[in-house]
């Protein structure tokens, strides 16, 4: 099982890029998906989640900005984010928590997908 993200670029100041992360394999089930990001020099960050229930969190910074999003048939996430600000930049990370079975789950990070925000 993996978790492949896409969809990272150069973009400027205000633009938009959708960011993907997909599950590769076979799963029972999908708990919750979250990003985060990290930037140059510092740690690793939590952006938005969303679990099983539909209930999507974000952290303070992108609210009113960025949407998560999940598509169960095909096991994916999405991140849609707008008005992108240089203070955006840095590596997102998906990171799922699955059922591989009914009593087991285990917590998977993708590869991460770069953002570069230019002002």
């Known amino acids: 099982v993996q978790l492949q993200a896409s969809g990272g670029g150069l973009v400027q100041t205000g633009e938009s890029l959708r960011l993907s992360c997909e599950v590769a394999g076979s799963i029972f089930s999908i708990k919750s998906m979250h990003w985060y990001r990290q930037a140059p020099g510092s740690q690793r960050e939590w952006v938005a989640g969303t679990t099983n229930g539909g209930v999507s969190t974000y952290t303070d910074s992108v609210k009113g900005r960025f949407t998560i999003s999940r598509d169960n048939l095909k096991n994916a996430m999405y991140l849609q984010m707008n008005s992108l600000k240089p203070e955006d930049t840095g590596v997102y990370y998906c990171?799922?928590?699955?059922?591989?079975?009914?009593?087991?789950?285990?917590?998977?990070w993708g590869q991460g997908t770069q953002v570069t925000v230019s002002s």
């Open positions: 990171n799922a928590n699955l059922m591989l079975s009914q009593y087991i789950s285990r917590d998977y």
